[in-house]
């Protein structure tokens, strides 16, 4: 992807849907947070990946789910991180391990709102792939209501593309200072 001459070839962005997004398939009371995987390498190609409880309840067997973008009609936020072939592989990895065990009906500990959600899932795929986790910026695994993520997110965001060599990252992340 090229934006402003920078160009990059992966991102990661995370969204994030308020309480009470219109929904085709499915509602949340609290809202939601997924991922979108993009690979810019062979034309344009993105994935979504999100976690939920499988059974529309606050304790369940937790499913990975990748139709996200279909079941919530918007987005109240986005941030996306240009990230390398590497990190985009290691939240590959962590995706796909955390679907074994889905199999196995044990992802990743099942699924319990106040202390595995999806919240939970995005935070430990940025981890995954060393987003904030280089300097202790997410040390935890976010608050239970998405939409109360959004700060922690931008600051991670922030310090991230920051030590990328980003300037102004809260506007203009693609440009890169000199």
Not at 128 to 136: D, F, H, Q, T
Not at 152 to 173: M, P, R, S, V, W
Request: glycine content about 12%; charged content about 20%; overall charge negative.
């Amino acid at each position: 992807m090229t934006n402003n001459g920078i160009y990059y070839e992966y991102s990661v962005s995370a969204f994030i849907a308020a309480r009470g997004t219109p929904s085709p398939i499915e509602g949340s009371s609290g809202g939601h947070i997924w991922l979108g995987l993009e690979d810019y390498t062979n034309g344009y190609n993105i994935e979504y990946y999100g976690f939920n409880s499988g059974e529309h309840r606050v304790v369940g067997k937790g499913a990975i789910v990748t139709n996200d973008n279909e079941t919530y009609l918007y987005s109240a936020h986005k941030i996306k991180f240009p990230i390398t072939q590497e990190q985009y592989s290691k939240i590959n990895e962590f995706i796909y391990q955390a679907s074994i065990l889905n199999s196995k009906g044990k992802v990743f500990g099942g699924y319990d709102i106040a202390t595995n959600s999806c919240v939970d899932f995005v935070f430990t795929a940025l981890r995954a792939a060393g987003i904030g986790a280089e300097r202790g910026y997410i040390t935890q695994d976010g608050r239970m209501i998405p939409m109360s993520n959004i700060p922690g997110l931008e600051e991670i965001h922030q310090h991230f593309l920051n030590e990328q060599g980003y300037k102004d990252a809260k506007t203009q992340y693609w440009e890169r200072g000199a």
